[in-house]
């Protein structure tokens, strides 16, 4: 009987070793993010939507990457693990390749990342944000890539032919990989399948909320409105797909048997993005250099 289960997630989560330095593919999604959205933030600044020059915005990049990384982590151990880490383990806090990264506390890393950069640069703090926005989905989507490559985060059961086999989700079976490998190809785990919630964050969080703020902000727009369309998708985007994906199991359901942390904590972004866009129908536009000249 053909296997209705459309993959088996088993990918090394090692990319290569050089001695004894492993490189982690969930490392190599951040590199990449971070570098995407580089070369992208270049393009915008050579258009002259931030009045300042490559070695100022390469300053930006760096403190905004400084901000995803402290700010992730450091809210992640503190939102959804337990506090005994702080005692017994406070090595864990910077573990990082082993996953765990919130991207709420990356959000705040890098607003305070760009508060301090554009105090620096007497440059309006929303100009700033507004300019960053459209970058930080590339970094989002390779993120949940690389959460997938972990085998982490995975959803809730489901029947469709394109239900993932975790097996780090099995490992109360007592299987090896390989015993589960063969029971997958027997068709023995079809009720084992799950929802690739990782992916469906990939394609929403990643390549429809770029290809949005790309195209929204490549014609000029008043202040606030490119950072409240950002707030605002990605809090929809993440509170939607929190209802086919696994709390986490530490935390489990905060209320009504449905509401998670991830969803409890996208609701204040909704409500920024609502606001912003708001407050952008009676604010100024900064103008391009390049269309000024």
């Known amino acids: 009987m053909a296997c209705p289960v459309f993959f088996f997630d088993n990918i090394q989560s090692v990319a290569f070793s050089i001695g004894p330095l492993a490189v982690h593919w969930y490392g190599l999604m951040y590199l990449g993010g971070f570098l995407g959205g580089w070369w992208l933030g270049n393009l ?114 489901t029947d469709g032919n394109w239900g993932v086999i975790y097996p780090r ?55 606030y409105a490119v950072s409240g369309l950002f707030a605002l998708l990605y809090g929809v985007f993440r509170f939607a797909v929190e209802f086919v994906r696994l709390p986490d199991p530490q935390l489990g359901y905060l209320a009504w048997g449905w509401l998670t942390m991830g969803q409890l904590q996208s609701v204040p972004l909704i409500v920024v993005g609502v606001v912003l866009l708001w407050m952008s129908r009676r604010a100024p536009t900064l103008v391009p250099v390049k269309a000024a000249a």
């Not at 469906?200 to 703020?213: Q, T």
């Open 44 to 157: 915008r600044l050579r258009q002259g939507r931030l009045p300042v020059n490559a070695e100022a915005f390469s300053d930006l990049a760096f403190y905004c990457m400084l901000g995803v990384i402290a700010g992730g982590r450091i809210w992640y151990m503190l939102s959804y693990i337990s506090p005994d880490w702080i005692v017994h383990d406070p090595l864990a806090l910077f573990r990082v390749w082993d996953g765990g990264m919130s991207f709420h506390g990356g959000l705040l890393g890098v607003l305070v990342a760009g508060w301090w950069w554009s105090r620096r640069h007497t440059i309006h703090f929303f100009d700033t944000i507004d300019f960053v926005a459209p970058l930080v989905p590339i970094g989002l989507g390779l993120g949940r890539i690389g959460n997938f490559i972990n085998g982490e985060l995975w959803g809730k059961y």
């Open 169 to 223: 989700a099995l490992e109360s079976l007592g299987k090896s990989v390989a015993e589960l490998q063969r029971m997958f190809v027997a068709g023995q785990l079809n009720h084992e399948a799950r929802h690739p919630s990782e992916l469906y964050e990939f394609a929403l969080e990643g390549v429809v909320m770029f290809c949005a703020l790309w195209i929204f902000s490549r014609k000029p727009r008043p202040r």
